[in-house]
């Protein structure tokens, strides 16, 4: 089963896709969805109406919009440990972005006011959790793992790199397209050998498959389960092959009017445009204001 | 003014805190309570009524459950950087927790099964923001600051520094107290410089003043602000003084039965007893099991 998020005129809401056809799921997104523990009958059961029309039309939000948790794995990809100078590693390096960093599968990417000098791309499939796990064996992760989709972990390499942890440049707002759309494990052979790439302006730059990954999403689950409970709706972005553009010469960045897409085989695709922050508004304007202003 | 989140037969309950009575506010905890832009005029307005009792008999909960975003500073007390060789710092090292590492005040803390060998402790200073905040200069930061609270960071030292990326030592369930009040700036100065304590089994570890903080919690904010939108209801629990368990001569680590103690002068206590996650489970049992069982 195939499902996404859908902006409406009231709030966003939960979609299954059949073909192009959205039909309306009763929640307001995919993370609020899984929550249900009968999600799938649920899911699966209702009939094809098409009330959302195509997804040619519609305007898709990010697919899970509120994560408890998002989970990120560093070095996780052969090539790309080659080209960052990382050794191999014995256990997964992980960190985390918060729900704002953000965006809908085709929304734009906001170049952030404060470091807009060194961003860069990292496709990532990502796995969405689908019940509450802890302590889990591997069989036992496979089984909370509702499934799998696309992320670019787009990453200001200055701010990242400025002190020892990567937080700061892994989480500046509306950074992180996410989407379009959960596919349960079994239309995709549980992700195990997926063709993944990223294309900037059209140029291929990440090529890989997923059988490329050091740590599995079943072992990355389990791993995480021995920290804290795994919920629904939780992320794990589970790293980026080679050929960002940090491991680039001379390195590649991402500037504003670059367009970018994000493809797993079998999933979907994201495609996202750089704008910056604020147009028509200086960094120092920027600074001076108070208020909540929302980029898309 | 004083705000707690007390546990009640129906749930978790947001009190105003009078000397020692519980007043209910009409929320479930602070951090919703602090979604209502007037949450301040609110809580002040309602008469006392101790209708939830005495803090003394009151169970309470983690100040704020559920924050849309825990960040964390590391080496941000001159005297702990010294005991961690760490250099000064140009830039605050930003890192996150989960929210399911969070415990009530006086809840026990859970030495984790995966990691018992090298629990540590850090007494921080909490800032917990009350109203939206983007680009915020300090004087914008001041105000976006509902108030401050205290946290002790519990640190699996193997875990943290097993990768590059702190987190995995920093976020284990059930293991940071939180609490046990909300103190507005006004009654604390600003929290500028209020003496900090950690005390094990009644022998002060650590003790510094939060006038040893290199960035100040203003800074931190507006920081973090350039960023990302800031939320009500987020925590930046802003690092540790001197006294650390890594950095004793030998190491000291914390077992199950001993007691902690983690005082902010003018904000209140945390009391814990760390206990063994799961009495009586061994940690290959924990490991098949696949239920999410709660420790507190």
Redesign the interface.
């Known amino acids: 089963v195939r499902l996404t998020t859908v902006h409406t005129a009231s709030g966003t809401h939960a979609a299954r896709l059949d073909s192009d056809l959205l039909t309306a799921l009763d929640a307001p997104d995919v993370g609020s969805l899984l929550i249900n523990p009968d999600w799938r009958a649920i899911a699966e059961a209702t009939p094809v109406t098409g009330d959302f029309g195509s997804l040619h039309d519609a305007l898709l939000a990010p697919l899970v919009p509120k994560p ?2 998002i989970v990120c794995v ?1 070095i996780n990809y052969a090539d790309h440990m080659a080209e960052m100078n990382a050794p191999t ?8 972005k ?4 953000l965006v809908g599968p085709y929304d734009p990417i906001v170049i ?3 470091a807009p000098d060194q961003i860069d791309w990292e496709a990532e499939l990502t796995v969405v959790i689908g019940s ?6 591997e069989p ?1 992760a496979r ?2 793992i509702a499934g799998y989709t696309v992320a670019n972990d787009i990453s200001a390499r200055d ?1 990242q790199f ?7 440049g892994k ?3 509306h950074t992180t397209p996410l989407g379009p759309v959960l596919v349960t494990g079994d239309e995709v052979d549980d992700a195990a050998d997926l063709k993944i790439a990223c294309e900037v302006d059209g140029i291929i730059k990440q090529r890989s498959r997923t059988s490329q990954l050091i740590f599995t999403p079943a072992q990355l689950v389990a791993h995480v389960s ?4 795994l ?1 629904p709706g939780d992320l794990i972005l589970t790293g980026t092959p080679g050929g960002v553009g940090a491991g680039r010469t001379p390195p590649e960045w991402l500037v504003p009017g670059m367009s970018l897409t994000t493809r797993i085989e079998g999933i979907g695709s994201l495609h996202n445009i750089c704008i910056p922050e604020n147009v028509g508004m200086s960094a120092s304007a ?8 929302e980029q898309t």
Chains 1, 2 share one sequence.
């Open positions: 408890p948790k560093g590693p014995e256990r997964p390096t992980l960190f985390a918060f729900a704002r960093a952030p006011a404060a509450h796990g802890r302590h889990l064996d036992g089984r909370v701010w400025a002190t020892m942890q990567w937080l700061s989480t500046f707002e021995s920290m804290l409970t919920e920027a600074s001076a204001a108070t208020t909540d202003w």
